[in-house]
DNA sequence: CGGCAGCACTCGACGTTAATTAGTGCTGCC
DNA sequence: GGCAGCACTAATTAACGTCGAGTGCTGCCG
C-alpha cells in the first residue's frame, strides 16, 4: 500500500496509537488535543483523523465515538513511524539475571526462555523448540535397560535430547552396544537428521556385501529408532493468564478461540515456523494471523540460531496494542541471548 | 455431619442434583415433579426442599429462585446416594484404545493420559508425574559428551528417565565413566533416590580408607549429579478450554482463577499430593479446595502405582456440577490402566 | 487558503420504570 | 400428611429519557 502522509498525519496517527496502547479505548480529537502537545486544535484533529480514516488507517467503533488504530494502521505505524530501539539497560539486566547460573539441557533453556518472556513484557511468551527432524547428531548412545528394551539417548548439538526405549528381540549385551555406539557415532556426528536416515540406507545397502553382523545389527537398531520418532513439535507457552488483564478479551468468544489455538498446537507451530527463515524481529497484527484463529493478537516473534543454523523461533503474544517500541527490543534481545547461551553449552 | 433423611428426601436431592448438572440452572418444583415421576405435588417438593435447604443441602440464588444444590449437598450425594457403577463397556474400549501400540517412556504415556482424561470427561485432564525423589532406580549412566561435559541419564522403573548435563573440572574417557556406570549401578540399583543419597554418603565415608580413584570420582560425581536436580514435579494438564463450555465460568473472575492455579503448578500438585496416599477415587468438591484457588470446580482423582509403590495421581477437573456417575468410572478405570501399563513398560 | 471556533447532531452508556415470569411460602381443606 | 390455591418476591427484559463524549460541517479570520 502506498499511502503517503504528511508529518502532521503521522504524528496524529502515532498520537492515537501510543493513547490506544495505554488506554485500550477509542480516542477523541479533544483528549489527543489535550495530552499530546500537538499545538493544534480538536477541530482540525477531527480533519486529520477522517482523512485517515479515509487510508484506512483508524476506524470508529459507531458514528460518534472517538478513533481506534486498525490493524493496517498498526502495520503502518510499526512499518514507518516506529523508531525501534535499544533495550534498556535495566530490563536487559533483568533478563540476564533470570538465566545465570543454569546449566542445563536445551529443554531446561528453552523453557525458562519462554517464562522470561512473558514475565519480562506481561504477554504470552512461546518458544518453537528446535524440530527434531532439523536436528544436528553431537552423539547417539544406546544403553541396555533389559532383556529385551534398549534406551536410545540422542544428543543434539546445543543440547538438545531425546530419549526413546526401544524394544528388541534378540537380546544384546552392553558391551555389543558399546561397540555399537562408537560406530554409529563414527559415521553419524555432525549429520541431521534427515542425512542420517540416507545414510543408514546406504550403509545398509554396502552391508549386504561385507556380512558384519555387527554392524547390521547396530543399523537395524538405529532404523528401528528413526521410525519410532513421533515428531513431536515442543512448544512452550507461558504466562496465558496474562490475558484476562486486557480488557479487549473480556468477551469470551475472543478468548476461548485463543486458547483453543494454543491448545491445538500445531497453530502454534505454523505461526511461529513464518520467522524460521526471516532474520530480525517479524511482526503479525492481528488479522494477519487470523488463520490461526488469533484475530485481535498481535505475535513479535524471532528465530533463534546456533551459528548460521536457524534452530526455532521465540517470541511474545499479546492484544494488537501491544506495546510494540518496547517488546521488540525484548523478544530481539531474548532471542541472540539465547542463541549465544545455546551456542556455549555445546 | 449426622443428617438423616427419609428416602423421599434422598430422591428428591438427587432429582435436583440430576436437573442442576444437565442444565446449570436453579431447578424448581414444577420442573421435578414433571421432568421425574416422583408421585408427589409440587407443594409436597417444595416442603421437602425448604427442609433440605435447612439441612444445608440446597440453597437458594436469591428469593423466588429455585434450588441449586450446595457443596454441602453434592458431597451427601456422592457420599451416601451415588452408587458407582462400572465404567461402560464402550467408554472401556474408548480409553483402551487410546494406549495400544504405544511402547515409550513414561512421560509419554502420562501426556497422553491426560489427554485421554480431558478427551473423555470433555473436562481437564491432569496427571501428577511421579516425583523425582520418589522414584526408584532402575540403571544409572553417563556419558561423555565433550571434554568437560558429561550427559547422565538416570532410568526409574517404569520406565520414568530424567536427563542433566554436568560440566566437570577434569577430563574423563567413556571408558572411565563406562567402570563408573558398572560400580554405581551396583550399588544403587533398586533404591529410591533418598536412599541413593544416603547410600552415597557413606560410600564417601567408606571410600576414606580404601584410596580408590575410580570410586572417588564416581561419587563424586553422582553427588553433583543430585545436588543439581532441580526437584521440578510435572505435571500435565490438558482440556482446559473445555472450562468455557460450562455457563458457570462465564464470568471472568472465576475463569481468571482457576487458570491462574493452573499457571502456578505448585497449587496443582499440592492438590493431587492429597490422593497420593488414599486408594480409589477421591472426590474434592467445590470449596473444598477453596485454598487451590479453584473454588467452584470438582476434582475426581486417583493414584496410580506400579506393584504396592504408588506413583502420582491422576484425575479430572470441572465444574461442581460435574457429572459424576459417568467420570467416576472413568478416572478409576484410567488409573488402573495406566499402573498396568507402567508396571508392565518396565 | 489553512486553521479553528461554534454548533447541531449522533449514539452509546446509564438509570428509571413497568410488565413479565418463574418460583416460592403459607393457609386451609380433604 | 398431602396438596390446591393464592399472595408475594425478585430477577429479567424492554421501553424510555437523560447525559455526555465526540463528531462533521459551516463559516469566519489571519
Known amino acids: 500500500m502506498d499511502i503517503n502522509l504528511n508529518d502532521r498525519g503521522r504524528r496524529i496517527l502515532e498520537a492515537v496509537i501510543q493513547d490506544y496502547i495505554l488506554t485500550a ?9 489535550k495530552k499530546y502537545n500537538l499545538d493544534i486544535s480538536p477541530a482540525t484533529i477531527r480533519n486529520v483523523m477522517a482523512d485517515l480514516e479515509d487510508f484506512g488507517l483508524l476506524a470508529q467503533p459507531h458514528a460518534s465515538a472517538g478513533r481506534v488504530p486498525t490493524d493496517s494502521g498498526l502495520r503502518f505505524y510499526v512499518d514507518t513511524i516506529l523508531e525501534v530501539k535499544d533495550i534498556p539497560g535495566p530490563e536487559q539486566e ?17 523453557k525458562l526462555s519462554s517464562k522470561v518472556l512473558s514475565s519480562v513484557s506481561r504477554h504470552i511468551g512461546v518458544v518453537l523448540a528446535p524440530r527434531f527432524s532439523s536436528l544436528v547428531l553431537k552423539q547417539l548412545e544406546f544403553v541396555r535397560l533389559d532383556k529385551r528394551l534398549i534406551l536410545a539417548v540422542l544428543v543434539g548439538v546445543s543440547g ?35 542425512e542420517i536416515k540416507v545414510r543408514i540406507v546406504e550403509e545398509m545397502r554396502q552391508e549386504k556385501n561385507r556380512f558384519d553382523s555387527m554392524v547390521s545389527q547396530a543399523l537395524e537398531l538405529t532404523s528401528r529408532f528413526f521410525e ?16 484476562f488483564d486486557y480488557p479487549e478479551f473480556a468477551d469470551m468468544e475472543a478468548m476461548r478461540n485463543i486458547f483453543t489455538a494454543f491448545e491445538d498446537k500445531s497453530i502454534l507451530v505454523r505461526l511461529l515456523d513464518q520467522t524460521m527463515n526471516a532474520s530480525g524481529v517479524q511482526i503479525f497484527i ?5 488463520l490461526a484463529g488469533m484475530a485481535g493478537c498481535s505475535v513479535i516473534a524471532s528465530r533463534y540460531s546456533s551459528g548460521s543454523r536457524s534452530l526455532g523461533t521465540l517470541g511474545v503474544i499479546g492484544p494488537t496494542r501491544i506495546n510494540y517500541s518496547r517488546i521488540i527490543p525484548v523478544v530481539d534481545y531474548t532471542a541472540k541471548l539465547v542463541s549465544h547461551i545455546l551456542e556455549s553449552t555445546l
Not at 25 to 33: D, F, I, M
Open 286 to 290: 492481528g488479522s494477519e494471523n487470523r
Open 25 to 33: 479505548e477509542p480516542v477523541g480529537s479533544r483528549t489527543l488535543a
Open 94 to 110: 533483568v533478563i540476564n539475571q533470570e538465566f545465570v547460573g543454569r546449566t542445563s539441557d536445551a529443554a531446561q533453556i528453552l
Open 228 to 243: 519410532s520418532g513421533e515428531d513431536e513439535d515442543d512448544v512452550y507457552i507461558e504466562g496465558q493468564v496474562n490475558l
Open 160 to 194: 538438545m535430547i531425546q530419549n526413546r526405549i526401544i524394544e528388541v528381540e534378540e537380546e544384546l549385551s552392553q558391551e555389543d552396544l558399546n561397540r555399537f555406539n562408537r560406530y554409529l557415532n563414527d559415521i553419524l556426528e555432525g549429520l541431521d537428521i534427515n
